[in-house]
């Protein structure tokens, strides 16, 4: 443990999982509610959930398998920017069933698929032999972003009647991860 926060990358890469966590329970919690405010119908925010499932396969295993080739920090630094790109387009955009299911669809290719390239890099860093610690606590800090993605929503949405700060709040986290994973 003193080794790997000693370890700016492992730091890093600890604060990265955190966007993650944020991004994945701000939408699973609150895009239903979303997606209502606009004006859509319930059906489309279960189309979106369901689509962020089904595209969370293709996405996770492509993730796997770029992981062997690529490097695993510039695999994460896409993700993370691409996330914040598909966030803007879908709050931006006008409201739509189109636009709803691309940003299903699109999310939910990247919403796990950076635990492949965050478990590589832990492995790569450290080794295997304490992987379940090490990457528990980076997994630990994506709960801590959960707790966040959920709450903030929520409290925006009570404060100011909407989720556009939580949205935004999202934006700046893609990038900052995205700029986070560089190093």
Not at 53 to 62: C, K, P, Q, R, T
Not at 173 to 182: D, E, G, K, N, R
Request: include cysteine; hydrophobic fraction near 50%; aromatic fraction near 18%.
């Amino acid at each position: 443990l003193k080794e790997a926060f000693k370890t700016k990358s492992y730091v890093l890469l600890t604060a990265g999982f955190f966007v993650c966590g944020f991004h994945i329970t701000l939408v699973g919690t609150h895009v239903p509610t979303y997606v209502i405010d606009r004006g859509l119908e319930t059906w489309t925010a279960a189309a979106i959930l369901s689509l962020i499932g089904l595209f969370n396969i293709f996405g996770s295993l492509f993730s796997g398998y770029l992981s062997t080739k690529m490097k695993k920090k510039v695999i994460l630094t896409v993700i993370y920017a691409l996330r914040g790109i598909s966030i803007c387009l879908f709050i931006f955009l006008p409201a739509s069933n189109i636009n709803a299911f691309i940003f299903g669809a699109s999310f939910g290719f990247l919403w796990l698929s950076t635990v492949p390239a965050t478990s590589g890099i832990v492995a790569h860093m450290f080794g295997t032999k304490h992987l379940g610690m090490l990457y528990g606590i980076v997994f630990l800090s994506h709960q801590i972003g959960s707790f966040f993605g959920s709450f903030l929503g929520g409290l925006f949405h009570d404060i100011y009647g909407s989720y556009d700060y939580a949205w935004y709040l999202a934006i700046a986290l893609s990038i900052f991860a995205a700029i986070i994973h560089v190093p």
